[in-house]
């Protein structure tokens, strides 16, 4: 029998289309019994840093402060240097000061954040728990292509990898109310981002029986979602800005 995934990690790129289609409430349909709810430090920082200019920030950041109980903010190894390194980088851009000490210093400029910074936390996170090979089934929701489309053992083991899309079917199937095309035009309707609709769904390589996600969904939190509830809204709501 496959072995049930435990920990459940979404990635920035869901968490933003979820945030734009005001259905963060998704997330919440694991069984809190059987799943934790993880969202590294670096994925954090990513989808939250512009919540004071960002509406869809900041609803991710409301979202994680309303759950703090259910939801884990883990600290990784590469997210502690890389939000250091961003936040430098910030300081740099933001402040002619800091420009001129480094001119002055004769020091190169600090480099901007990397791409996939919060991937690789998740990729560090799930590759820290192979305490005994291959660890626990971890659950990633992604969009990127560094989870989607990555070379055959890039991935830690112990990674099941499913898409945004793959997700919300499973949901749609469960809970006929839930439209998995209508939250993802939703996201589509604001300016600059359309996600993507790949239907990815990838057991982790090296769990011996292999893994799976779908009996962890709870059926009473599947069904109490409600198009009519906030977050799950099929009215078009109004635009944010783009990110």
Not at 40 to 60: G, L, N, S, W
């Amino acid at each position: 029998m496959a072995e049930k995934v435990r920990i459940v990690l979404p990635d920035t790129g869901p968490l933003i289309t979820l945030a734009h289609a005001d259905a963060l409430d998704v997330l919440l349909a694991f069984d809190p019994q059987q799943v934790q709810l993880v969202i590294t430090d670096m994925v954090e920082f990513e989808a939250t840093r512009q919540r004071d200019a960002r509406e869809d920030a900041q609803r991710i950041a409301s979202f994680i402060a309303r759950h703090a109980g259910r939801i884990l903010i883990e600290t990784t190894s590469f997210g502690r240097m890389a939000i250091s390194a961003a936040r430098t980088y910030e300081r740099y851009a933001q402040s002619q000061q800091v420009r001129d000490f480094y001119a002055a210093s004769d020091m190169p400029p600090p480099a901007p954040l990397a791409r996939n910074s919060g991937e690789l936390s998740i990729n560090s996170y799930v590759s820290e728990l192979i305490g005994q090979a291959p660890g626990p089934p971890c659950l990633v929701i992604a969009e990127d292509d560094f989870f989607l489309r990555s070379t055959p053992g890039a991935m830690p083991g112990n990674a099941h990898i499913i898409s945004t899309g793959a997700l919300l079917a499973k949901i749609e199937a469960l809970n006929p109310r839930i439209s998995a095309r209508g939250i993802l035009d939703a996201a589509k309707r604001y300016k600059g981002r359309d996600p993507k609709r790949d239907l990815v769904d990838s057991p982790a390589a090296k769990v011996k029986a292999g893994s799976s996600w779908a009996e962890v969904l709870d059926d009473a939190s599947v069904a109490s979602l409600s198009p009519g509830k906030p977050g799950l809204r099929k009215r078009q709501p109004k635009d944010l800005p783009a990110r």
